[in-house]
């Protein structure tokens, strides 16, 4: 079975500070992960992926997140937040073989506090 | 705009109701997916088609359906619908199956549509 855990609903962090969001999964296999951003009414959209090959991974806006296979986590992380950070964040995984489907957690909302 | 357009964007209806929410996908993409996102369960995929066939099922309920229509839209139809299907409705679109490697292909997402059953 798929699975991803955000054991965080919340994070609050000043401006300028470092951010980290959490997330780790279950798959059968090898994965590949993802981080959705979503504002409010409006869809998700997509920040960096994980395939293959190098641990780190680096998206859109500054955002850049590490896969680490032995402990089966997929931490979101920025260097300096801004207010404009602020949003809920999902974490997806899906296997490489197998179910045909994302499986998204459940979201963690980041507030970036001016 | 994603590119993923989807209508209606809000929805009132009552209890034992039937509605149908549609999607257009992005230009040249051929699988489209019906995600729920309530406030209890988070975002929980439903249905992915693929040029017109049924490719993955998650937790679809028996009284929803869906199908992918020739020109590539979709359609979600919800029927006896409850108080507990309230909830935002998410169409998303990839160019591919999804199947293998093109499992890494990104999804592209509708703003959604928002029921609310009274």
């Known amino acids: 079975a798929q699975s991803v855990a955000q054991p965080e609903d919340q994070v609050n962090v000043a401006e300028g500070n470092p951010l980290t969001v959490k997330c780790t999964y279950s798959?059968?296999?090898?994965?590949?992960l993802f981080w959705y951003v979503q504002y409010p009414n409006r869809g998700l959209q997509f920040l960096l992926k994980?395939?293959?090959?190098?641990?780190l991974v680096k998206g859109s806006y500054g955002f850049e997140a590490e896969f680490n296979k032995s402990q089966t986590s997929f931490h979101l992380k920025k260097p300096s937040a801004l207010v404009s950070d602020s949003a809920l964040y999902f974490c997806a995984v899906r296997s490489q073989t197998g179910a045909n489907n994302l499986f998204f957690g459940t979201g963690t909302r980041l507030t970036v506090i001016p | 705009d994603s590119g993923v357009t989807q209508t209606p964007k809000h929805l009132i209806t009552a209890t034992g109701q039937r509605v149908t929410l549609r999607c257009s996908p992005r230009?040249?993409?051929?699988?489209v997916y019906w995600y729920q996102q309530s406030l209890d369960q988070g975002l929980q995929f439903l249905i992915q088609?693929?040029?017109?066939?049924?490719?993955a099922k998650g937790n679809i309920l028996e009284r929803f359906s869906a199908q992918q229509f020739p020109d590539l839209h979709s359609e979600l139809n919800l029927s006896s619908l409850e108080l507990g299907d309230s909830a935002l409705y998410f169409c998303?679109?990839?160019?591919?199956?999804?199947?293998?490697?093109?499992?890494?292909?990104?999804?592209?997402f509708g703003a959604g549509s928002r029921l609310t059953v009274l």
């Open positions: 994980y395939i293959t090959g190098d641990n």
């Open positions: 230009s040249g993409d051929l699988s």
């Open positions: 088609y693929y040029n017109g066939e049924e490719r």
């Open positions: 798959v059968s296999g090898n994965p590949y």
């Open positions: 998303a679109s990839s160019v591919s199956s999804g199947t293998g490697p093109s499992g890494a292909n990104v999804l592209t």
